[in-house]
């Protein structure tokens, strides 16, 4: 049996055709009752969206297995006709976790309120007997524990970091002939960028990691902090295919830091601000980028 949720849920989508499953995207906020696909790291979910803290973009979120016969005592079943899919739901109410924005991707659907309160009812009188459990070390148990393990995996995606009081580093200890030089910029956008006011396209900071031996990480933190609505804005899983695009290596944080100083770069001569502006301006950034 296989054990990777995506493989799991497209292949029952194509058992049972289901094509608005297949071109489904994350382009839709998050909201209570969602289904999505969730993944960081190397683990990937199935989960159902309980609670929001949208202030803090974290997710209260259930496990679901898609999987027929892949349920203990500790799940609510959903069987058809009253699934939203074209398969039973197993949902795990007691085992929800507060995972950031970050890690949740495609929305798969939507439950309806009444039958999102019925799980969350059946999970606080769920018995606690457990002879229905499937056999230690069969299928059915690899497959709870890996999907259980996966949502405590997906709270480590990073979260939306609070607004800090401290000043950034006041500038680069970098020589500015040498950012002339290896940039081939004028001295005027040397100093701005050794003074942390403009910033960098990835394959200018990778240049400068080069010549000058300090850390990538180090030159991005040392820019001027982006505007706070547009750092939770970018945290909308929405915008998670530009990220990836953006991440050497991986490495979504960076990934998601330099989408927001590409969007704030196009912005800087345009007037506006708060998370309705950003949003325009990322769609239509979006717009010009292909997967």
């Known amino acids: ?3 990777d949720a995506n493989d799991r849920w497209f292949e029952l989508a194509a058992q049972f055709a289901v094509p608005e499953v297949l ?7 998050v909201a209570r009752g969602q289904l999505r696909q969730a993944t960081w790291a190397d683990a990937d979910a199935v989960v159902l969206v309980d609670q929001i803290d949208d202030l803090a973009a974290l997710a209260h979120v259930m496990p679901v297995s898609v999987e027929p016969g892949v349920r203990n005592s500790d799940a609510v079943v959903i069987d058809e006709p009253d699934s939203p899919l074209p398969t039973s739901l197993s949902v795990w109410p007691r085992r929800g976790h507060w995972v950031p924005f970050a890690a949740l991707d495609t929305l798969l659907e939507t439950l309806g309120q009444s039958l999102l309160a019925a799980i969350e009812a059946a999970g606080r009188t769920l018995p606690g007997s457990h002879e229905c459990d499937p056999q230690l070390g069969s299928g059915a148990a690899r497959a709870i524990d890996q999907l259980l ?12 970091e609070p607004e800090s009081d401290s000043a950034h580093p006041s ?18 956008r040397a100093m701005d960028i050794v003074m942390g006011s403009e910033p960098l396209s990835e394959s200018e900071t990778e240049t400068l990691v080069d010549v000058s ?18 750092c939770r804005e970018l945290q909308e899983p929405r915008w998670r295919r530009g990220v990836q695009r953006r991440a050497f290596e991986g490495d979504e944080a960076a990934g998601r830091l330099r989408l927001g100083y590409d969007i704030y770069q196009l912005a800087a001569r345009q007037a506006g601000s708060g998370r309705d502006i950003w949003r325009q301006r990322l769609e239509a950034l979006m717009a010009t980028e292909t997967d």
């Open 1 to 3: 049996m296989s054990t």
């Open 149 to 160: 393990d996966a949502v405590e995996t997906l709270e480590l995606a990073p979260r939306l």
């Open 213 to 230: 031996g300090v850390a990538s990480a180090d030159i991005m933190q040392a820019l001027k902090p982006l505007p706070a609505d547009l």
């Open 23 to 29: 071109s489904s995207t994350s382009s839709c906020g």
């Open 171 to 188: 500038r680069l200890d970098l020589d500015l002939e040498l950012v002339m030089e290896a940039l081939g910029v004028n001295q005027s």
